[in-house]
């Protein structure tokens, strides 16, 4: 946990929906926030004197203390945001962000609170999706109304109280808060990397507005007990909805109940089916890696025993290069293995290669000409790492000398190249290594 003591100095900005489904939830959003302050339009009314002074003092101030003293939890795990090449932005919220807000809850009314709630959720803002906004001045408009409903009950009363109607918002507020972020960041057909990306930044942002609604519940409470006379409601005289005939009574009981129910049952199904998801992909990988190992060696000595064979054909020490390039393509037509086949001179001057070349695609790399030298003095095969070839591409190669296989003089160094990925070169069809689950695991040259 961190507090950074000024956050960005540049002005907010946000990006407009990608598709029309966040349109047109961004739509609902607006709509609903235009309705309640429609609704209010009494409370901007009350606005006069000192009423319209602290509210324009409370306006002012917002901006200021919603990029002051920022609390952030540590998130080693958090995602960049997706199909964005950027570094993950944790969350974290303003000390003093919400200290001019409900103060406008209280005293001024929700319409004036929600307005201010909407420009502190402007300037904290972090992932810069317009629905983050929106989500507080509508939670701010709810606690508003929590805090100066004058029903009669124990339950009105118990909402009437920071602490409770803080911690309740913050609870109601979240699948909203959800459903925004899935919207906004949503791309056809990647749905669920954004649902992963939502799900971590959920993880962070949850706490967080659970301890910010603790912390302003336990001020404002404390300001309730010491002043009691600062209380927008001191006496309630209207029954409540829900308390008036009995059929109310009962939906208002069993409706939160249902709700409570599918929502661990959604919960559990969906925690279920990506520990399941999860489990199947990590199983695929590590099969998928066992069966690659255990295809390995005998796919390096198959390549061996090839270079030794192709090396000892006679027509490659040809002074021909025709003739030496026909027996190359003899070879890779035959058994397609290799990618590449090349032919050096004991001075290591190019005799043939086969596929047809560019400039510069024959030309050994610092790997092969490690070994060149070697094989030329020595004999024998020898194996390259893994490593980048022409054009970028990951190669394996395999060396051999040019001599009978009974003895005699060396005529120079054979190289082939196997392609461990992306395409094979044009026309040719062969060395590119992938595995073969339909054969039973392991690797294959195709």
């Not at 309705?35 to 319209?52: M, Y």
């Not at 090349?342 to 024959?362: I, K, W």
Request: with cysteine; charged share 15%.
């Amino acid at each position: 946990m961190n507090i950074l003591l000024w956050g960005s100095l540049s002005l907010p900005y946000f990006e407009w929906p990608a598709h029309w489904g966040a349109i047109l939830l961004l739509g609902i959003y607006v709509a609903l926030f235009l309705f309640v302050v429609s609704r209010s339009g009494h409370d901007f009314k009350a606005l006069k004197g000192r009423r319209l002074l602290l509210f324009a003092s409370l306006l002012l101030i917002t901006p200021l203390l919603n990029r002051l003293l920022i609390l952030r939890l540590p998130a080693p795990d958090l995602l960049p945001p997706p199909f964005l090449p950027a570094e993950p932005v944790v969350p974290g919220f303003p000390l003093l962000g919400l200290l001019p807000v409900i103060p406008a809850a209280i005293w001024l009314g929700v319409g004036p609170a929600t307005i201010l709630g909407l420009v502190a959720g402007l300037f904290r803002s972090t992932t810069h999706v317009l629905f983050e906004p929106l989500n507080l001045a509508l939670g701010v408009a709810l606690l508003a109304f929590f805090l100066r409903q004058d029903f009669r009950g124990g339950f009105a009363v118990l909402l009437r109280q920071p602490l409770s109607a803080a911690l309740m918002v913050a609870l109601l507020i979240q699948p909203v808060v959800m459903i925004g972020w899935l919207v906004g960041e949503y791309y056809p057909g990647q749905g669920l990397v954004v649902l992963d990306y939502v799900l971590n930044l959920m993880a962070i942002s949850i706490p967080l507005a659970f301890i910010e609604a603790l912390l302003y519940g336990l001020l404002f409470q404390t300001f309730y007990f010491l002043f009691p006379r600062i209380r927008p409601v001191r006496v309630a005289r209207r029954s409540p909805p829900y308390a008036r005939t009995l059929n109310r009574r009962f939906l208002f009981l069993l409706i939160p109940l249902f709700i409570l129910f599918f929502s661990v049952l959604v919960y559990a199904v969906a925690s279920s089916a990506i520990n399941t998801a999860t489990r199947l992909a990590v199983d695929a990988m590590v099969r998928d890696a066992r069966n690659g190992a255990e295809g390995i060696g005998e796919f390096i000595s198959t390549g061996q025993s090839l270079i030794r064979q192709f090396s000892a054909a006679s027509p490659i020490w040809s002074d021909d290069a025709q003739v030496c390039q026909a027996q190359l393509q003899t070879f890779i037509q035959m058994l397609p293995y290799f990618s590449r086949l090349t032919a050096y001179d004991p001075d290591g001057n190019l005799r043939c290669s086969y596929p047809s070349y560019a400039l510069g695609e024959v030309e050994p790399t610092p790997e092969e000409q490690e070994f060149l030298f070697l094989v030329q003095v020595t004999g024998g095969v020898h194996t390259t790492p893994v490593h980048r070839g022409p054009n970028n591409s990951v190669i394996l190669s395999f060396l051999s000398s040019l001599e009978p296989v009974t003895g005699g003089e060396r005529e120079g160094v054979l190289v082939g190249r196997v392609e461990m990925g992306g395409e094979s070169p044009a026309g040719t069809g062969t060395g590119r290594i992938a595995m073969d689950d339909a054969a039973g695991g392991g690797l294959r040259s195709r």
